[in-house]
C-alpha cells in the first residue's frame, strides 16, 4: 500500500510568510503615519482657526455696538468675566430749545426736558423697532451708573416704552405711557439715546478651557462674575469656543484709548494637543456718549 503525503505549509514557510508580512506591515505603518498625522494635526488647526474666528467676531461685534462705558471686567480663579450693555438702535434726540420755533404743547411735547420727568419727546434720526424688554439709555458717561437702576442714566427693569415713526417729518417719537415718564439726570453732550436691549456677558474659563457667551438676563450693580450667578439671573448660555487655555481681558479707558471712551485688549491662548493659536485683538466701542 502507498502511502499518501500530508498537503500543507512546513514551520519554515510559515515564519517566512509571517516574517514578509510584518516587513510589509511596517513599511505600510511608515509610509501612511505621516500623512495619517497630517490630516489630524491639519484638522485640529481649522478647528482652533475656526475658534478664534467666532471669537472675533462675537466679542469684536458686541464691543464696537455697546453703550458707551458699559464695558466692565473681573478676573479670578481661573475665570476672565466681561460684561457690557448691547444697543440695538441710537438716534439724537432734541433737547431744550432745539424745537422753540413751535412753542407751546407741541414743543414740550417733541424736546427731552433734562433732568425732570418726560413722557414724551421726538428724535431727529429713526431708530430699529425696541423689542420687549428693552431699555433706554442716555449720557452714561461714568461706569457703572447705566446698571444702577435708579440712577437717572437708564431707565429701571419693567419700564414700558414705545418708539413710533412719525411719517410727515422722517422722525421717531418716544412716548412712557405710565406719568411720571422717565427722569434722565444729565444731557448727553452728543444728543444721543440709546436703545439697550440687555447685559452681554463673556466669560473665559480655563479651567474649562471653554469660552461663552451670556444673554438674557437683568443688568445689576454688581457684575456678575461666574456661570451659577449668570445662570440665577435667568441668562441663557452659548458657546464661543473651547480649547481656551489661557486668556486676559484688558479694558483702557479715556483719554488713554483715543477718542473712544473705552477699548478692549483681548489675549487668548487656544491649544489641542500640541497645536497653539495665540489670539490677539483691539477692538473699541464705536459710539460716544
Known sequence: MSRSRSAGFTLIELVVVIVIAAIVAVFMVFFLATPVESY????????????????????GTDVRTALPNSLRQSAGGGVVALELLATSGVARYYGAGD??????????????????????????????PAS?????AIDNQVPPLAYTSGAGVMT??????????????????VQFPTAPGMNF??????HSVFVVSGPVSYLCDTNAQTLERYTGYTPAAAQPTTSAQLLAAGATAALIADNVSACSVTL????????FNQLVILDVTLSNSGEILPLFDEVAAEYLP
Open 40 to 59: 489630524f494635526a491639519q484638522t485640529r488647526r481649522a478647528d482652533l482657526v475656526d475658534s478664534a474666528d467666532r471669537i472675533l467676531r462675537s466679542v
Open 99 to 128: 424745537k422753540q420755533y413751535l412753542g407751546g404743547t407741541q414743543e414740550l411735547t417733541e424736546e427731552l426736558a433734562i433732568p425732570g420727568p418726560d413722557q414724551s419727546f421726538y428724535t431727529l434720526d429713526l431708530f430699529a
Open 132 to 136: 420687549a424688554g428693552s431699555y433706554l
Open 156 to 173: 429701571p427693569p419693567g419700564t414700558t416704552f414705545t418708539i413710533n415713526p412719525v411719517g410727515a417729518t422722517a422722525e421717531d417719537q
Open 185 to 190: 439726570v444729565q444731557a448727553s453732550p452728543t
Open 252 to 259: 483702557v479707558a479715556a483719554p488713554a484709548s483715543g477718542k
